[in-house]
T-cell receptor
Framework: SQTIHQWPATLVQPVGSPLSLECTVE??????LYWYRQAAGRGLQLLFY??????ISSEVPQNLSASRPQDRQFILSSKKLLLSDSGFYLC????????????FGDGTRLSIL | GDSVTQMEGPVTLSEEAFLTINCTYT??????LFWYVQYPGEGLQLLLK?????DKGSNKGFEATYRKETTSFHLEKGSVQVSDSAVYFC???????????FGQGTELSVKP
């Protein structure tokens, strides 16, 4: 069966420091991959999605970037974190078939000090 | 563009009460519809789905029917438990890059 791993679970970083969050999927090939941010108050914002290695689409202009160096690996990065980057970051994957749902990781709680 | 609207929360119910969380959508074509649940401090879990009109998704006592005529996908459960306390998200998926469009979420609190 397919599984998704996201780490770390919790991260506290100072303003101006770099960031790297990693997500990997097992048990499937060529999945679509997604990064979301969930700020306080529950709403989900799609940050990036990828339909293949090296193919990244950005949904909103921001201080973050994403990369997909391998088929089942998706990385969220920043060179210099801002206070506004605090939040709960969720990675998700889906099959490329049209009607398939997305499956989410357990999330990373990022706090910027 | 496509959108999903959920009823405002929080919804507070007593154990064994009947639950309805309303969800309506706007979309071109024939989207697939989903309900996700998020327990405190966790990621989202798929609760149920429906891929065409009149389909009924069901799981763990929850049900939702894809109503194209009213563009709705209301979530129902006949008897809620304290363990059902969570935030519930309605979402649709259209044929545009496989992206999910989420509602704003509805918090459910069930009291013993």
């Amino acid at each position: 069966s397919q599984t998704i791993h996201q780490w770390p679970a919790t991260l506290v970083q100072p303003v101006g420091s770099p960031l790297s969050l990693e997500c990997t999927v097992e048990g499937t090939s060529n999945p679509n991959l997604y990064w979301y941010r969930q700020a306080a108050g529950r709403g989900l914002q799609l940050l990036f999605y990828s339909v293949g290695i090296g193919q990244i689409s950005s949904e909103v202009p921001q201080n973050l970037s994403a990369s997909r160096p391998q088929d089942r690996q998706f990385i969220l990065s920043s060179k210099k974190l801002l206070l506004s980057d605090s939040g709960f970051y969720l990675c998700a994957w889906s099959e490329v078939t049209l009607n398939q749902p997305q499956h989410f990781g357990d999330g990373t709680r990022l706090s910027i000090l | 563009g496509d959108s999903v609207t959920q009823m405002e929360g929080p919804v507070t119910l007593s154990e064994e009460a009947f639950l309805t969380i309303n969800c309506t959508y706007t979309a071109t074509g024939y989207p697939s519809l989903f309900w996700y649940v998020q327990y405190p401090g966790e990621g989202l879990q798929l609760l149920l789905k429906a891929t065409k009109a009149d389909d009924k998704g069901s799981n763990k006592g929850f049900e939702a029917t894809y109503r194209k005529e009213t563009t709705s996908f209301h979530l129902e459960k006949g008897s809620v438990q304290v363990s059902d306390s969570a935030v519930y998200f309605c979402a649709l998926k259209n044929n545009q890059g496989g992206k999910l469009i989420f509602g704003q979420g509805t918090e459910l609190s069930v009291k013993p």
